[in-house]
């Protein structure tokens, strides 16, 4: 199939559930291929590796979104991630991304190692006393959500019993950075978006009352004691994203990986057997399945990636699943091996926008596998999983299991 033929099958429900041979027939044209007129799709992994870290390639920021979609303001949704770091350039990304970083330091991180052990073996003791006589589990429901979830709510300093709120409303709302949205969803979202800014906009009020030592706390004073250095919309539209993002992708890995490892029985008995190969294990995992698919760029002038010309204002669509499974970079990519050298995946992104929780969603991972191995040794597959219909975020929407 042609390159704009394949993309059109991407957004198709059949390609949102299983993306990779479309992927493959994109290859076929090249790392770098135009696909519509000022519109490029990258499935190589060099040219997708370089191209996000290239500086004149920028993310879809206010004045862009108006020549494409004058409206976009009337969408709480759209609105809301606009403000974030996540649809910002520098300099305004780099000033925002600056205030939140210090909770992401590789300090901090190591710090959370014990918190997330411990809601992890909670979850882990959950599973086994609701599946103890052969009733099949949801892990989805059971530990993928609630596990990363709680660690970005403790960061966030976001109550325990408010947790299980979030799941629609987020899944909601991450249906705007989908390639094609319809009506439904989009209203959906943008109630979601409503509903995520109300809270947060409360609990802005509540640290101000009474601060704590978490992430709120630190953006509300950073707003309320320079607002050039946080607006009143950033602050709110960056709680939102930060809950949201650090719970969706990782839920996404572990769903991800589990089906890998249930699927292939020798690579869960080898990770039961040496817990410290985990890191490869979960890097591997990125790799084979990545929980976020694909990411996009505006040139913001004209250059060329490779033999590839890239016009002014062209659009790319860099596709971090098709890069990791790219046969010039990796031998067999089809293959799940986490005894890979040089494993490399573009699942986090890269250059400046490169995933700010990447390290935390690691450790859990890293944390999590090996605990449910060892803990529920009999765990298995209890039925067909079940995909989301979404592509940029790709995960299961339910994933039963015996846990044996």
């Given at each position: ?5 394949a ?15 479309i992927?493959?027939?994109l290859?076929?044209h ?16 060099a040219?997708?590796d370089?191209l ?8 879809l920021d206010?004045a862009?979104r108006d ?6 303001r ?10 974030s ?9 780099t ?17 959370m190692r ?7 073996g909670?979850?882990?003791r ?17 530990f993928?959500y ?15 019993a408010d947790?299980p709120?979030f ?10 950075l ?8 989009r ?6 978006a ?15 009352r ?11 004073q950073?707003h309320?004691?320079?607002?050039d250095?946080?607006?009143s ?13 650090g719970?969706e ?8 990986g ?5 699927r292939e ?40 990636c490779g033999?590839?010309?890239v ?14 499974r ?5 031998t ?7 005894d890979?050298?040089h ?12 995933c700010?929780?990447a390290?935390?969603?690691?450790l859990?991972?890293?944390v999590?596998?090996?605990l ?6 009999g765990?298995?597959?209890a ?6 219909t979404?592509?940029t975020l790709?995960?299961?929407?339910a ?6």
């Amino acid at each position: 199939m042609d390159p704009a033929e394949a993309v059109g099958q991407l957004i198709s429900p059949e390609g949102r559930v299983d993306p990779y041979p479309i992927y493959a027939a994109l290859r076929e044209h090249g790392p770098v291929v135009t696909a519509g007129e000022d519109f490029l799709v990258v499935t190589g992994h060099a040219a997708a590796d370089d191209l996000l870290r290239d500086p004149r390639l920028v993310v879809l920021d206010d004045a862009l979104r108006d020549q494409m979609w004058p409206e976009w303001r009337e969408s709480p949704a759209v609105l809301s991630i606009s403000r974030s770091m996540l649809r910002s350039n520098p300099p305004d990304h780099t000033r925002m991304r600056r205030l939140a970083a210090g909770t992401f330091t590789p300090r901090r991180i190591a710090g959370m190692r014990g918190v997330v052990a411990a809601l992890a073996g909670e979850l882990v003791r959950g599973m086994a006393d609701r599946g103890r006589d052969g009733t099949p589990v949801d892990f989805m429901a059971e530990f993928a959500y609630p596990l990363p979830v709680g660690v970005i709510c403790a960061l966030l300093g976001v109550p325990a019993a408010d947790r299980p709120w979030f799941r629609q409303r987020a899944a909601d709302l991450t249906a705007v950075l989908e390639l094609d949205v319809s009506p439904q969803d989009r209203a959906a979202a943008d109630k979601g978006a409503t509903d995520l800014l109300d809270y947060f906009a409360e609990l802005v009020r509540a640290r101000r009352r009474n601060p704590a030592d978490d992430l709120t706390t630190a953006l509300v004073q950073a707003h309320d004691g320079d607002g050039d250095r946080l607006s009143s919309a950033e602050l709110l539209a960056n709680l939102v994203v930060l809950l949201v993002a650090g719970f969706e992708t990782t839920t996404n890995l572990f769903g991800n990986g589990l089906a890998v490892l249930l699927r292939e029985p020798e690579h869960a008995a080898a990770l039961r057997a040496d817990p410290d190969r985990a890191p490869r294990y979960v890097t591997e995992m990125l790799r084979y399945d990545s929980p976020v698919q694909l990411t996009s760029r505006v040139a913001s002038t004209a250059l060329s990636c490779g033999s590839t010309p890239v016009p002014a204002g062209a659009g790319l669509l860099v596709l971090l699943g098709a890069a990791n499974r790219d046969p010039a970079r990796f031998t067999h990519p089809e293959r799940f091996d986490p005894d890979r050298e040089h494993n490399h995946p573009l699942s986090f992104g890269g250059g400046p926008h490169y995933c700010l929780g990447a390290a935390l969603a690691r450790l859990e991972a890293e944390v999590a596998f090996p605990l449910l191995l060892r803990e529920l040794p009999g765990l298995d597959l209890a039925g067909e999983p079940v995909r989301r219909t979404r592509l940029t975020l790709r995960g299961y929407a339910a994933l039963p299991v015996r846990v044996g």
